[in-house]
Structures are given as C-alpha cells and as structure tokens.
C-alpha cells in the first residue's frame, strides 16, 4: 500500500500535528505500507483560479504549471491519502485547502446524485482511503465539525487541546489514544475495518474532570507569558 500524507501545519515538524501524524505513519510503516509525507507550505501550489480549464480547455489538466504538476501524479498513484491539519478558527488551514482546490482535474464536470446529494463523479476509476488527522487547541470535539463535513467519507482522527502530548506520560487517556492511533494506521494498512468502537476511540472526548485541568493548565501558562505592566 502506498500512503501519501500532507501536513498543512505551518510549524511543520515543530507542530502537534506533526507528531500525531508520526504516530500514525510509523504505525502505517511498520505494518508494511509505503509511506511519503509533504509539508504543504514548502510545496509551490497556487490556488485554483475558478476557470474549468481542466474540464473542458484541457480535461483533467491544470492550465496553471507549479509543483501540483507531479504533486497530482503522487495522488493517483496513491492508495490512500492522509490529510493532517490544525484547526484555525474551526476550519481546516488555508495551505491544505488549496491544495485540496486544485485536485479538480480529478473530477469530470457532470453532475450526479449520491445519497440525495448532488456530486461531481471522479475521471479515474481507482478508488483511494483517505484519513484525517486533526489537531485543535480547544479540548471540545465541536472544533471538528468542518472538517468532518469537508471529508464525510474519511476515517476521523482526532485530537483536542493537542498540547496535552507533551503531557502524554501523566494523562492516560492521552496514551490509551495513540496506542489506538496505532491500531487504527495497521487496521487501514491490513484491509480491516475500523468498527464504530474503534472510530470513537480515535476521535477523543475528555471526561468532564480532564477538560477542566486542561483549561487550568492552559490558563497558567498564559498568564506566565503574557507580558506584566
């Protein structure tokens, strides 16, 4: 299986998201799959320009020429793709998002209903897994309602209040989490499913006592850097 993973965070290897990603990468690797990742932000892609080039002009070719030329050759050659990405504002970052825009070439400009809604059906046959990872500052499961509605059909990782992994070893829910992570990442590898059980698991709510210490804990931290006088 080849796993092609983007990371939209802007802190790139210094980021939450970054680490959660690792987590689910190496498990990916170590049950086999072919892993390669890419931090958007060094990728040359510029947003899509709402002119159907690649639809009618040059079908399923961009008219604009930057690194998405061979970043869309990795996609359809992927067998899954993993989309990592804070949450700003509760959405999804701009850096994956227009990356995410300009994949139209792989749709065709008909119209079709799925499920009551209307839909563009894909130019390609091959069907591909897509993951999100997700990292927020709040420690409410809300901050994800966008992206989930952004990838209705993709297994959900989530994790709220993120700046509890540096606390990983002192709060178990944190490492009953990414040990799930991992058996979530060699599930997709193997072909399993990841029952409902094991979806609730991955997509993290904090008891009511854990929310509050994390809202304390945030609290004191900001008092300590916010500048007296």
Not at 77 to 89: C, K
Not at 119 to 133: A, C, E
Not at 144 to 171: G, M
Not at 173 to 188: D, H, P, R, S, T
Request: net charge neutral; glycine share 6%; proline share 6%.
């Amino acid at each position: 299986m080849k796993i092609l993973a983007f990371n939209g965070s802007p802190r790139k290897n210094n980021g939450m998201t970054d680490r959660l990603l690792t987590v689910f990468l190496n498990a990916a690797e170590n049950a086999g799959a072919d892993v390669k990742k890419h931090y958007v932000i060094d990728l040359d892609i510029n947003g899509c320009k709402g002119c159907f080039g690649c639809w009618w002009a040059t079908p399923g070719k961009c008219v604009q020429r930057d690194d998405m030329d061979w970043v869309l050759e990795e996609i359809l050659d992927a067998d899954m793709l993993v989309w990592a990405s804070p949450i700003y504002h509760d959405n999804m970052i701009h850096y994956l998002q227009k990356l995410r825009e300009r994949t139209l070439p792989t749709a065709l400009p008909e119209f079709i209903l799925n499920n009551g809604e209307t839909k563009h059906p894909g130019r390609y046959k091959k069907k591909r897994q897509n993951v999100v990872i997700a990292t927020a500052g709040f420690p409410e499961e809300s901050a994800f309602d966008v992206i989930k509605r952004l990838f209705p059909n993709a297994t959900q990782i989530h994790l709220p209040a993120s700046q509890t992994l540096y606390q990983a070893e002192e709060i178990p829910i944190i490492k009953e989490f990414l040990g799930n992570v991992v058996v979530a990442a060699e599930k997709l590898v193997n072909g399993e499913e990841v029952d409902n059980e094991l979806k609730r698991k991955i997509s993290l709510v904090y008891p009511p006592e854990v929310k509050a210490d994390i809202i304390r804990r945030h609290n004191e931290m900001s008092d300590k850097a916010t500048p007296s006088g």
